[in-house]
């Protein structure tokens, strides 16, 4: 009764959600296109299970291309089919995986646009990324026979206690998983606690962690700090901000200047729509602004904006010091491992419940401090930059943190293959 209940309510809605993509578009053009798919109507080529991996956005298609290139490496007769809700974990999809994989956006859960979805792709597995759970979606596969995997887990306490408001819809959905995969065992608990069958939940660590950056992309990275003539220049990357953070971390980066008048500020925004409005921001504060998307020159301004999709990965490679955004605003921060894998140490805000354990695992190691003012940032970032030393400690405790986690990938392997077998 209760996902009956659900899906009437879907059903009533969907012309709003409709209307949201709508007006979403006006900002990001890109929600308005392929509408249709998000239904289930679109044109594929004949398949027979097929490996279908669901990632909502760019950090779940991040997190899922070590996975997704292991599948096509262990089962080369099955196409992977992938999945996402975002224009940029769209584009993330295609610029990282290209025709290797067949890639739509995820149908909304409704079961007329699920079933048309399966009809066509056949999926012999289900594999969903870490907190992305559509009632449907799930119940819709098990019931046509297709086994779910929840891969690289994880649920706040915060989401758990919204889960538990809904209790006897989140026991009917989360019961009929055939693994989950949690990240820690606080994780794995709560999904016990909210109706999981103990003997279906099972901890692997973090895919995240086994992250690689291999020489090329080192290379790369030098050439491009080279190009900028940053080779003398401290430099500071902030990841991932969303509105509200900006102004602080310009204010702190005006603080670092006085002191550090050669330094340079790198802001890459966390969605493309407000690329506008932070190149506008930044003029503003008079500190001068170069826009990558331009090619601008670097050399003789303070801020470059990052306003390009699929190259943060390189450009951590060209910073000294990193902060990641969504921490300073009570968003709950995002993922500091990529930075953590270059060897950077790292100033972040508060707000961490997203990512609590490995925020935890990187403050007691040394390599992550939480910065709860502008003050307080400036001072972080500024000793940081000035000390060569202590800087070097930290990034080498994170890349220590790093190496002492990985592995998960290969358990959660194990899993899919145990599964399907």
Sequence with gaps: MPLLLYTVLFYILSPFLVLRLLQRSLKAPAYRRRIAERFGFFTCPAMEKSLWVHAVSVGEVIAAIP?????????????VVVTTMTPTGSERVRDMLGDSVFHVYAPYDLPFSLKRFMAKTRPALLLIMETEIWPNMVCCARDAGVPVVLANARLSEKSARGYARLRALTEAVFSRFSRIVAQTEADAERFRSLGAESGQV??????????????????????????????????????????????????????????????LLLVAPRHPERFDAVAALIERSGLGCARRSHGDEVSGVAVLLLDTMGELKLLFGCADVASVGGSFIPRGGHNSLEPAAWGLPLVNGPSDYNFLEISALLQQAGALTLADSTETLAREVLGLLQDDAVRQQRGDAAIGVIEANRGALGRLLGVIDGVLS
Excluded at 67 to 79: A, T
Excluded at 211 to 219: F, P, Y
């Design 202 to 263: 099972l901890v692997s660590g973090s895919v995240k962690f086994d992250i690689t950056i291999d020489d090329a992309l080192r290379e790369q990275a030098l050439a491009e700090r080279n190009a900028w003539q940053a080779d003398r220049r401290p430099v500071w990357i902030c990841a991932s901000t969303h509105e509200g953070e900006e102004s602080m971390i310009l204010e702190a980066f005006s603080r670092v200047r006085a002191a550090v008048p050669e330094a």
């Design 67 to 79: 996975l997704i290139r292991e599948l096509q490496s262990r089962y080369p007769d099955h196409v």
